[in-house]
């Protein structure tokens, strides 16, 4: 057993390397008071990143990867966006810090129930703030003790989701904000043992990478960060039950810790105790 460490709701599972697995989306709770102001299909919780714990445990095992993760639903507050509101990608429909629609475009709060900017700042507060306060604890320790960070951003996604983008998903999409969130040689590793496998990919294609990336990813001050959005037919059923699927999670789990290896490989050379970058 790792030793946990909580900020608020927030958990830090302590490893021992400089790899850092973020987990913003696979929680499922929600206070009582936010429930009873949800839709039906929001209580459902569909958007969730389901199983994203499970799918990696094996992997924080092998890595002895530090894990950040929050117990608390996206639909409260989405620590993946810019806490000013702004959207991710202007020129297209995404889903907002404190989201009013799921991912279908079904109106997640009910009339007149709708959290206001009072609430939104409360909502900061409680979820977003401490999730942010893990991440720097935890890259600073990898920086402090390793010289570099590796954060991985874990995320899932149903396939086809028509509102969000067209047509259906490559198996893997990994984002690095353009080539801003890590260095050039870390992501040309990735896309080389991509390349190889048998899944479908594309790199900074519809995902870019989200807020927690985009702001902590800093090549140049030794924090290597990318996000990975995997569709969730890779793993799991996307319907209800949300059914696991053990045998597809093992292939997926292969790749990603052929990734891993690559990733930290490379940052390694780059950021070796000693080296200039
Ligand atoms: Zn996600």
Redesign the pocket.
């Known amino acids: 057993m790792s030793a946990i460490d909580r900020i608020g709701p927030v958990e830090i599972a302590w490893g021992d390397s400089p790899l850092v697995f973020s987990q913003?989306?696979a929680g499922t709770f929600l206070p009582p008071e936010m429930t009873a102001a949800m839709t039906d299909a929001a209580r459902a919780l569909p958007d969730t990143?389901w199983w994203i714990d499970r799918l990696y445990a094996p992997l924080v095992a092998r890595f002895s990867a530090t894990v950040v993760r929050t117990p608390v639903s996206?639909y409260a507050i989405d620590v993946?966006r810019d806490p000013s509101g702004a959207s991710l990608y202007a020129d297209r429909t995404t889903t907002g810090l404190v989201p009013r629609e799921t991912f279908d475009g079904a109106p997640l709060w009910r009339p007149g129930m709708e959290p206001d900017e009072a609430e939104i700042a409360r909502r900061k507060r409680l979820f977003f703030e401490p999730y942010h306060a893990a991440l720097a604890a935890a890259i600073e320790r990898a920086r402090l003790r390793f010289g570099f960070c590796l954060l991985w951003d874990c995320?899932?996604?149903r396939s086809l989701v028509p509102r969000l983008f067209e047509g259906r998903l490559p198996t893997i999409n990994l984002g690095t904000f353009d080539g801003r969130s890590c260095s050039p040689a870390l992501r040309a590793a990735a896309e080389r043992i991509l390349a190889n496998s048998a899944e479908s990919f594309v790199i900074d294609g519809r995902f870019k990478g989200?807020w927690i990336v985009r702001h902590w990813g800093r090549p140049q001050a030794r924090i290597e960060a990318v996000q990975m959005?995997l569709a969730q037919r890779a793993y799991m059923e996307e319907a209800p039950p949300w059914s696991f699927v053990e045998d597809r999670a093992e292939r997926i789990r292969a790749l990603f810790a052929e990734l891993v290896a690559g990733a930290l490989e490379e940052a390694r050379r780059l950021h070796a105790p000693g080296t200039v970058s």
């Open positions: 913003p989306h990143d996206r993946n995320h899932s996604i989200g959005e």
